[in-house]
């Protein structure tokens, strides 16, 4: 009971704290320049939150390592534009193929306006989820009977087949091949302006933050579920969990299509946020990025992959972005200060980190258990004095 009670104390603190931090967004992005790097930095970082936390339900919670995320969000990225590209703009994106396959954009089909784009984002962000989910589900049934490094390499070929698929000419008329898509609603397409087109409450950063709390939050639920400890279970000894009688087969896949699906929706999110989805932009440097971020964030640990998806993005976008420019102090130039040091420090800073914080920054912690050993502590102290 008392256990119970903590976790709901720790629950609502940390729900506390995400609703601080959105009306914090909110303030700010109404306050000072929208074009200041933070908002580029919060926009990407609530992104990759959504995808790392994703990841770590799979390698982290339920102990497959998975290399396919890249595919996913690839799949995710082009559902959702493909479905929100407007009618009218079809033919100038789809120009080489003499117009576009799809003749609807579901925006449009909800009314227009900004009930229709709501409403048309939404759902095409969750159809982007279920098409990575369906094909996780495919793809699993042989690739989930692979263990370890054999599942890595696996579903890390499945990202490359999936993006050389995509740019295939023949479907060119849905894909639009190997060229960009565009034009279809943003973060920017949030914002909310007056008659004369002025913008007077800004939500372009507000808006993804508020989807990948959303997001996690309900992974979170899951996490905590009968479901997530049956996951935590396989992670230990699949031999022990079977005997207990959790089909492996089931959870394992089970797992993986919920792990693709919010991929999916991080997909879209993030082709919302590159204003613009193409093949050639979901590499495997991609996954490898998430996949630091967890190991960084630590192994099995949600809040962990969100503070590492902040500081990752932050420190190789914004932060660090002043090594590569040359400087002077008088006549004397700084030495090594060029384009691509920044790269440099940064792997250097990550390679610190991982020798420091061999089982990441939050190791298996959550927000809630961190508040929760800070809190007796400090009643530790209280009693000693």
């Known amino acids: 009971m008392l256990q119970k009670k903590q976790n709901k104390s720790g629950m609502i603190a940390v729900m506390g704290l995400t609703l601080m931090l959105l009306v914090l967004v909110l ?68 120009y080489i193929y003499g117009g576009s ?11 227009g306006g900004v009930v229709g784009l709501v409403l048309g984002v939404l759902v095409a962000l969750i159809l982007g989820g279920c098409v990575a989910a369906l094909v996780a589900w495919l793809i699993g049934l042989p690739v989930l009977r692979l263990k370890s490094d054999y599942l890595a390499i696996a579903t ?7 993006r050389a698929v995509f740019q295939w000419d023949k479907l060119g008329p849905v894909t639009n091949g190997a060229n960009a898509l565009k034009s279809f609603p943003t973060f920017s397409s949030f914002n909310i302006e007056n008659a004369d087109g002025q913008v007077v409450l800004r939500l372009s950063a507000f808006v993804p933050l508020l989807l990948a709390a959303v997001c996690i939050g309900i992974l979170l639920l899951l996490i905590n579920s009968s479901y997530g400890r049956a996951f935590k279970a396989i992670r230990e000894d699949e031999i022990a ?22 991929t ?28 630091l971020i967890v190991v960084i964030g630590g192994i099995g640990s949600i809040s962990g992959s969100c503070i590492a998806s902040f500081l990752y993005v932050a420190a190789s976008e914004w932060w660090l972005r002043f090594l590569d420019s040359e400087a002077y102090i008088g006549n ?32 298996d912690k959550e927000l809630p258990d961190l508040l929760r050993m800070l809190r007796s502590r400090g009643k530790r102290k209280e009693a000693a004095q």
């Open 27 to 94: 303030v700010l992005e109404n306050t000072i320049k929208p074009t200041h790097m933070i908002f580029i930095v919060l926009k990407k970082s609530a992104v990759y939150a959504l995808v790392a936390s994703s990841m770590n339900l799979l390698n982290g919670f339920t102990g497959l390592f998975s290399l396919g995320q890249a595919g996913f969000m690839l799949l995710g990225a082009y559902t959702y534009s493909i479905l929100t590209i407007p009618v009218e703009s079809r033919e100038s994106v789809y």
């Open 101 to 111: 396959a799809i003749k609807f954009s579901l925006p449009e089909l909800f009314g």
């Open 156 to 162: 890390l070929g499945f990202g490359e087949i999936i």
């Open 241 to 262: 969990a079977e005997a207990m009688g959790i089909n492996l087969a089931k959870h394992k896949r089970l797992a993986f299509c919920i792990s693709s699906f919010f």
């Open 264 to 291: 999916g929706v991080g997909g879209g999110m993030f082709a919302m946020f590159a204003n613009q989805a193409q093949a050639k932009n979901f590499v495997t440097s991609m996954t490898y990025e998430i996949l």
């Open 332 to 363: 004397f130039q700084v030495p090594l200060l060029r384009t691509g040091f920044r790269m440099v420090v940064f792997s250097v800073i990550i390679m610190i980190v991982v020798l420091f914080f061999r089982r990441g920054l939050m190791g």
